[in-house]
């Protein structure tokens, strides 16, 4: 039955133990009616279909039972037990998603990440419980975290994608073209990009890409040009010109007093 268990209390059914000479199995996947993921195929071993969210608030660690042949009466397991086994039982469950996480490596230039993006990367599939494997991978698209993390000179060597920020991604070999795309901010918006194609994301794994620059500090410019080259002796007026701005490692020209 399609049933949810909830960890406030125990699960039971009014299904029945079918007896001797049968045998059973217990496949289940959490979070219950997690969105993307479809109903039970249940021609043989079953299966599902998951749509990743794009959104990267919205997905989650999805878990599916690992298959666990029970060898008899008295050896918990999932697959194949004995149909009158009439007690408790309990099950495993494995990671069927890669974590995909973003870090700043050894230095990084001054700046406020304002987004994320995963693009070109395969956003469906189907999970077979036979194989603890994904097939029919497909549907390249593009999936991001809207955040503020804001990076200071000096800062190294953290992860800014934990906990609920994290992309959990359907297992796979990334296609061509896949990149990871930053938006930063120095005082104007620009957009970094790196090719990430070829990389395999394995099941049950945690992937960290780390964001680096060559160099960290702003160079400041004080450039003061003048209208004439001189001025009579008798006096005169002369404009002058004051440009005062640091150059951002990012190419951004920002107004200094």
């Not at 693009?119 to 603890?132: F, I, K, M, S, W």
């Amino acid at each position: 039955p399609d049933a949810g268990v909830f960890r406030a209390r125990n699960w039971s059914t009014s299904e029945v133990w079918p007896g001797a000479g049968m045998r059973c199995a217990f496949l289940g996947y959490a979070p219950y009616h997690e969105a993307g993921v479809s109903a039970f195929a249940t021609t043989g071993w079953p299966s599902f279909h998951y749509t990743v969210p794009t959104n990267a608030t919205d997905q989650s660690d999805l878990l599916v039972t690992k298959n666990k042949i029970s060898s008899g009466i008295g050896d918990y397991g999932n697959i194949d037990m004995p149909a009158n086994l009439n007690m408790k039982d309990s099950i495993t469950f494995d990671h069927a998603c890669t974590a995909v996480r973003i870090a700043i490596g050894k230095q990084m230039a001054a700046c406020t990440i304002k987004k994320i993006e995963i693009c070109n990367v395969y956003g469906e599939g189907d999970y077979h419980y036979q194989t603890e494997n994904w097939t029919n991978i497909a549907t390249p698209s593009n999936f991001s975290l809207v955040k503020d993390f804001e990076i200071k000179a000096g800062d190294s060597n953290y992860v800014l994608n934990n906990d609920d920020n994290v992309f959990m991604m359907i297992p796979q070999q990334l296609p061509m073209n896949s990149t990871i795309n930053v938006t930063i901010n120095d005082g104007v918006e620009h957009l970094l990009k790196a090719s990430i194609d070829k990389d395999i994301w394995a099941k049950g794994y945690t992937v960290t890409y780390y964001l680096s620059t060559t160099e960290v500090d702003n160079t400041y410019v004080l450039a003061v040009s003048s209208s004439t080259t001189s001025i009579p002796i008798s006096g005169g007026t002369n404009t002058m010109t004051i440009n005062s701005y640091k150059q951002t490692y990012y190419g951004s020209q920002v107004a200094v007093p």
